[in-house]
């Protein structure tokens, strides 16, 4: 399973929060750090009334500093601008341990240390999954924005690798999470499952790029990585297109629910991926197991707040039916999902919903939640688990 870290560093108190007007002025922030100090330039997108701020850097990186961490703040003239291609090129390639690449496409850069192979054929499926994405809910209303920066993917030759780079932000549990989107850097973490390296090196320039990707999708653990570099990739596009907020009060059913719509494997397709609104094998075998004991108030539990997903005895479970939620939502009535997008797509990073408020959104767009209770649990009983 796919599981996404969204950690929260810094929590910045709801009520004592006021927004700043956006300016194109540069704001130049000095903080600590564990050895000295260092300087941070950007545009502050939130000041609260603590002192803390979060400020957004050129890479669309967010920092969170807590009051007493802040030795200086001034702001100039210079106009905030994010890095280009290929200043971030220049950056990540320099933050990142030697021997990693860089494969760019239309709207992606992939850094990798395995094969080109697999970076050309991990941009083939984010770029198939950008059009998607975009088709699919602008042709249901939504207005999307194109991201700020070309979107990032870091792809680390094994689960090793991977845990070292990206233990601050895993900490324990890294070694079992297959590959993130971080909300803080704005960027997909992954691994390669397949030893895509290895199977490179064996193959030779003479066999085609077509026989590279089938032998990858030949793996034990190719449908697994599919849908969680998908799941994972859809996320970042959800915050980048201006659908989600980063750190504001996303329901997780719904930002689950809408990179699971997305995920599903096909592995006898080319790029592995089966597209979006199929039925999720592995979510609904779960959701039809537990149907006679599933609890009658996990929908509500789930629409008020996020508790569900963060207990992990309950979480795959809830994963699972937040797949069904959104999926039984989107099909019933996709302009109305569009409608309650565009109501989160108005949150303020760092503000929390009361439970009531959340509840409240919800039933104006879909109705009481009790009748979606019915509806989810008639439409799941009569489905059948594809092959
Ligand atoms: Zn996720």
Redesign the pocket.
């Given at each position: 399973m796919?599981?996404?870290l969204f950690p929260i560093p810094y929590s910045l108190t709801a009520v004592l929060l006021l927004l700043t007007s956006f300016t194109s002025a540069m704001d130049v922030v000095t903080v600590k750090t564990d050895g000295g100090e260092k300087t941070l330039e950007g545009e502050i997108i939130v000041n609260a009334k603590d002192g803390g701020i979060v400020i957004r850097d050129a890479m669309n990186f967010l920092h969170p500093v807590t009051p007493d961490n802040i030795v200086n703040k001034t702001s100039d003239d210079r106009p905030f601008a994010y890095s280009t291609a290929s200043e971030i090129k220049e950056k990540m390639l320099k933050e990142l341990p030697t021997g990693f690449k860089v494969f760019e496409s239309k709207h992606y850069l992939i850094f990798y240390e395995t094969s080109e192979a697999f970076a050309r054929w991990t941009a083939q499926l984010f770029e198939n999954l950008h059009n998607v994405f975009y088709n699919f809910w602008t042709s249901n209303g939504m207005k999307l924005s194109e991201p700020s920066t070309p979107l990032i993917a870091i792809i680390f030759a094994d689960s090793k690798e991977y845990v070292r780079f990206c233990k601050d932000e895993l900490g324990e549990a890294g070694a079992s999470i297959i590959g993130y989107?971080s909300m803080q850097s704005n960027r997909v973490n992954l691994f390669d499952l397949t030893g895509a390296d290895d199977m490179n090196q064996r193959a030779s320039s003479r066999v085609s790029e077509a026989a590279k990707i089938r032998n990858l999708l030949a793996q034990p653990d190719a449908g697994r990585m599919v849908a969680t570099i998908v799941?994972?990739a859809t996320?970042q596009l959800a915050y980048n297109s201006g659908m989600q907020v980063r750190y504001a009060d996303m329901p997780r059913w719904l930002?689950?629910g809408i990179?699971m719509y997305f995920e599903t494997p096909n592995l006898k397709s080319s790029s592995g991926w089966g597209s979006l609104g199929k039925d999720n094998p592995a979510r609904l075998r779960l959701i039809k197991q537990r149907l006679p004991r599933r609890n009658p108030e996990a929908i509500k539990m789930m629409i008020t707040d996020d508790a569900l997903f963060t207990n992990l005895e309950v979480a795959e479970e809830a994963y699972a039916e937040a797949w069904g939620l959104t999926w039984l939502l989107i099909k019933r009535n996709p302009k109305k999902f569009v409608q309650y997008l565009n109501i989160m797509s108005e949150k303020t990073p760092f503000v929390w919903d009361s439970s009531e408020e959340r509840m409240e959104e919800f039933e104006k767009c879909f109705g009481s939640w009790v009748k979606v209770n019915q509806s989810f649990v008639s439409v799941m009983k009569s489905k059948r688990i594809p092959r």
């Open positions: 796919s599981h996404s989107y799941h994972e996320h930002s689950e990179a």
